[in-house]
């Protein structure tokens, strides 16, 4: 488990293919290694990875192809910047919410605009995900815990302050950028508990307008 406050920038230093899949190594900076051991989780732009090497600088770690696949990892190349974060512990400080480093889906940044010091971005969920995003809800993007400050269907936008700006990749964003998303997990478990018995059977649309009006939530 994850907190969502990037505690420092990494490097990406190699991408090598392995049996299919990458191994990848990232340079990790400032992040303080001394307590971390092989095996340990820490998410790369949101994405939680297991340390198989600790070479002094850094670690390296495997990719599958899935996740590849469904994260923006695929796209990264020698010399790109990365948001860093170590596992939770359980003394640690909760600053942000809790963030599970599985990748929901890529979401894309449609907009850029300053507002006074601060950024307003704007980015397009995709749509199976629209549901799980509240205005003054948490959504985690590329690793970062953000509160969503305004809702239009699967877009959504978000205000970066100067130090989140200087302590993350957000700087870089432009419009067209591909980036990570997790959705807040009480969502999710939210919506597996409102389907009650129907949880067991098989079925790919979840918590539905009708669904909710059948069970007395809305009223028709």
């Not at 700006?165 to 990570?180: F, K």
Request: aromatic share 4%; proline share 3%; with cysteine.
């Amino acid at each position: 488990m994850f907190t969502g406050i990037i505690e420092a920038l990494g490097e990406i230093r190699a991408l090598t293919p392995k049996g299919g899949d990458v191994r990848l190594h990232v340079a990790t900076g400032k992040l303080d290694l001394a307590d971390v051991k092989l095996g340990d989780s820490i998410a790369v732009n949101g994405v939680c990875l297991t340390a198989v090497e600790l070479p002094g600088d850094g670690f390296w770690a495997d990719v599958s192809r899935e996740t590849l696949s469904l994260t923006s990892l695929g796209g990264l190349k020698p010399g790109s910047r990365v948001n860093l974060e170590k596992a939770l512990m359980p003394t640690s400080r909760l600053g942000g919410h809790l963030v599970s480093g599985h990748v929901d889906g890529l979401g894309e940044v449609v907009s850029r605009a300053d507002n006074a010091r601060a950024v307003q971005f704007r980015l397009r969920a995709p749509a199976e995900l629209a549901r799980y995003i509240a205005l003054k809800g948490s959504i985690t993007v590329d690793g970062v815990s953000l509160t969503v400050n305004a809702v239009d269907g699967a877009e959504f936008e978000l205000t970066i302050v100067p130090h989140t700006l200087g302590e993350t990749i957000m700087a870089d964003y432009r419009p067209g950028r591909r980036v990570n998303l997790e959705v807040d997990l009480l969502a999710r478990y939210l919506e597996r508990l409102l389907l009650g018995d129907k949880a067991a059977e098989s079925s790919k649309g979840g918590v539905t307008e009708h669904f909710l009006a059948e069970h007395g939530y809305l009223q028709r």
